[in-house]
């Protein structure tokens, strides 16, 4: 089986997607949807690549450079708005060159606003001639960016002409159907695959999780996140939170001043994790009591799939599907992103019973072993790609 995915190559979520499927025997290949690094996780595929470096550079964990145009690369550090504009020309000519010449059984786009959107200019560019294609969902690709009318049409030719749609929660799938795909429509799996428990184990505080003093917050804050609200948040409920710290994670430049400014206003200390590998980044889940995670738009935050394997009692966002995964109040707090008191309320309940803490992570404990243990969820994706070869008399 032949498999090219046009995908963001820096994503975490990218590199765990194609790990299910690298040790298949097929011939995996990575386009990427946007100029970037290749996260480290991703192995054992081929990536074309713009960059003339990446054609001498050696092979890392068996990934081989297939170099398509170091012309582009000179243009894309010299960039002009024409320059800029021949650039995602060119770029997008290189996708229809690609499939021309691999000819794969499937191409995979991953998220829709960079990946699908790149794909369906090579998809009407080939007409009849193009592969089975795959739209996957991603975040906020339907959810939030289906209700603005300079996405809506472009999405709504997405699924028009793609294959097959799959997504990480059934809320998209009913999005995608009031958008107007008619296709199939693929297992609702996480988009970050599963995990491994027994290494899962090892990176856990195995002590109960009313132990714990840490509170992680997502430090996203922008056009979808909301770390702002819950440092707000966190400050009107700062009366419960003495022996307690705040650790931070992807936190923009205003989201570190307003961290410090809360930590001198309340006295509680505060902690900016810097950039570090998926595994330090599960410890500090598996060290903590609560997780926050506030934003408008999501589809199920990989960030709250971690924070139950690992034990921290959620409280997330209404925006991201979580009502699929747990009860409000058992699980954790599904709760409006906007709304620091609403959210200081939940904090202060995780703070303050021990047992609501203790006997969530019973119930996630659970939750996770059925829905998101790797040796459940690869098979599953494994057929799903087998199924659809079948089908197309291949």
């Known amino acids: 089986m032949r498999i090219l995915f046009v995908g963001m190559p820096n994503s975490i979520h990218t590199a765990r997607w194609l790990s299910q499927i690298s040790d298949e025997g097929w011939d995996i290949y990575l386009f990427p949807a946007l100029k970037s690094k290749i996260h480290p996780d991703i192995k054992k595929i081929y990536v074309f690549s713009s960059s003339l470096f990446s054609f001498f550079a050696r092979r890392q964990n068996n990934v081989r450079f297939i ?135 090892s990176l856990r505080q195995e002590s109960p999780i009313s132990t714990r003093r840490i509170i992680l917050l997502k430090g996203y804050q922008g056009w979808a996140g909301r770390a702002l609200v819950g440092l707000q948040a966190l400050a009107r409920c700062a009366d419960v939170l003495d022996g307690y710290r705040v650790a931070i994670y992807v936190a923009n430049e205003d989201v570190e001043i307003a961290a410090r400014l809360f930590s001198q206003d309340t006295g509680i200390p505060v902690e900016i994790i810097p950039y570090c590998s998926h595994d330090e980044m599960l410890r500090w889940y598996g060290r903590s009591r609560i997780y926050i995670g506030l934003s408008i738009s999501d589809a199920i935050s990989t960030s709250f799939l971690e924070a139950i394997v690992m034990g921290a009692f959620p409280i997330q966002s209404n925006t991201a599907c979580v009502d699929e995964w747990i009860v409000n ?48 969820i690869k098979p599953q994706v494994v057929k799903m790609y087998q199924e659809i070869l079948a089908e197309r008399g291949k």
Not at 75 to 80: A, E, I, L, P, S
Not at 173 to 195: D, E, I, M, T
Not at 341 to 370: F, M, P
């Open 67 to 201: 170099h398509w145009s170091g012309v582009l690369s000179f243009f894309d550090k010299r960039m002009t708005a024409l320059l800029r504009r021949s650039f995602t020309f060119f770029w997008n000519k290189a996708l229809v060159w690609a499939i021309q010449i691999l000819k794969p059984d499937i191409v995979q786009s991953l998220e829709i606003q960079h990946a699908g959107y790149m794909t369906l200019a090579a998809r009407d560019y080939l007409g009849d001639d193009f592969p089975v294609w795959i739209v996957t969902n991603w975040g906020s690709d339907i959810y939030l960016f289906g209700r603005l009318e300079e996405h809506k049409e472009k999405i709504q030719s997405v699924l028009a002409k793609c294959d097959y749609y799959s997504s990480e929660c059934q809320r998209d799938v009913n999005l995608a159907r009031k958008l107007g795909y008619n296709g199939k429509v693929l297992p609702v799996l996480p988009n970050a695959g599963g995990y491994d428990f027994a290494k899962i184990a």
């Open 329 to 376: 109040g058992r699980g954790g707090f599904i709760v409006p992103p906007e709304d620091p008191d609403v959210i200081a309320q939940a904090i202060r309940k995780a703070v303050q019973s021990d047992a609501l803490v203790d006997a969530a992570d019973e119930l996630n404990k659970q939750l996770a072993r059925e829905r998101l243990d790797e040796s459940i």
